[in-house]
């Protein structure tokens, strides 16, 4: 398989008050073409701003790594040139639909601005487009839907509506930062259809909080703790036989009903320092030594690529 993104040692800092956030420390992973590559991990761990550092969206202090999108470096870009591939090759699709969208601005009109910012055409090819774009979506009756509001809508259509923005300019990358977080069961998994017959044509980068999800529809998955890759691997070798003990934590844990955030026993370390050993030894069940306050583990690959001293030599 043919490596569309490569993200390689990613550093994200933020300022907030006195101190600085170290939101991401050393973030290293990959995604093929035609792959979804889920991304899991507790509240905070970063994953967000590593979504949003790919399209360079973060207002960080501090942001550094490198990120190859079919083999060329796209973090030093200027804002002009990284503008040619946002929304054209890679598109993000946010939590929160009903928010995302303009509520003073038809459905129909929102469409087809999208479309004729990517697209030369006018404005009835756009609608057209428009139309047949979010009949693909399964939604009912689009002529009308085109002159109606996002506020009359439910949140499954509205997340229908824009994953159909995100479509409309056939990108190679897409990135769902929680798409079906705020959406009912049925609605959701209306909604991971949709996403498991994207992955036929394009790539796309998944976060969630709900190990169900990655089971359902991931093809790899990364997992996450303070910034930094913990495990990362096919889905079926993760499940079948976890390695990290924050990944074996992760499958142990019962997401909540409401939020579905991950509860593990214990709090993660402030992010205001930098990692200086593993994140995860204050809460390792597993914890071999000093090593593992002391030394940040290397990644190793073997049948899952994993960040843990258990496997590197330094912890034998
Ligand atoms: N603009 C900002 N200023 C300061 N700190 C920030 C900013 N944006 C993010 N952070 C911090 O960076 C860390 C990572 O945040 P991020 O939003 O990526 O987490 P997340 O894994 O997406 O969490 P969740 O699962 O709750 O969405 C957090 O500690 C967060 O507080
Ligand atoms: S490096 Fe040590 S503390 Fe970290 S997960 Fe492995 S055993 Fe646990
Ligand atoms: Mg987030």
Redesign the pocket.
């Known amino acids: 398989m043919e490596k569309l993104l490569e993200v390689n040692n990613l550093e994200?800092q933020?300022?907030?008050q006195k101190n600085i956030?170290y939101?991401?420390n050393g973030l290293c992973f990959n995604v093929y073409e035609k792959e979804i590559l889920g991304i899991i991990?507790?509240?905070?761990?970063?994953?967000?701003?590593?979504c949003?550092s790919i399209l360079k969206l973060?207002?960080?202090y501090e942001e550094k790594g490198n990120i190859k999108f079919n083999g060329n470096e796209i973090s030093n870009l200027e804002q002009k040139d990284l503008n040619k591939i946002r929304g054209n090759k890679i598109a993000m699709i946010f939590?929160n639909p009903s928010s995302a969208l303009n509520p003073v601005i038809t459905i129909g009109r929102q469409l087809i601005e999208v479309i004729k910012l990517h697209q030369r055409v006018t404005d009835e090819e756009a609608k057209e487009n428009g139309i047949a774009l979010i009949k693909k979506m399964g939604i009912p009756d689009p002529d009308a839907k085109m002159k109606e509001y996002p506020h009359q809508q439910s949140g499954g259509i509205n997340q229908r509506i824009m994953i159909s923005m995100a479509l409309s300019c056939n990108p190679e990358l897409i990135i769902a930062?929680?798409p079906t977080a705020s959406l009912d069961v049925t609605i959701q998994n209306q909604i991971l259809e949709i996403f498991k017959e994207l992955k036929t044509k394009l790539s796309i980068i998944f976060?969630t909080?709900d190990l169900g999800i990655i089971k359902e529809i991931a093809d790899r998955v990364l997992i996450?703790y303070q910034?930094m890759l913990m495990e990362e691997g096919k889905v079926d070798n993760i499940f079948n036989n976890p390695l990290h003990p924050y990944t074996k934590a992760l499958m142990a844990s019962v997401p909540l009903l409401n939020d579905q955030?991950i509860i593990l026993k214990g709090e993660p370390l402030s992010?205001f320092t930098k990692p200086e050993g593993c994140p995860f030894a204050s809460r390792c069940p597993e914890i071999i030594g000093d090593i593992c306050h002391n030394k940040i583990p290397e990644i190793i690959t073997n049948k899952n690529t994993v960040r843990c001293h258990i496997y590197s030599s330094g912890g034998n």
């Open positions: 994200i933020f300022k907030s956030v939101a991401v991990g507790e509240s905070g761990c970063g994953k967000t701003v590593t949003r973060n207002n960080s939590q930062d929680e976060v909080h996450m910034g955030k992010n």
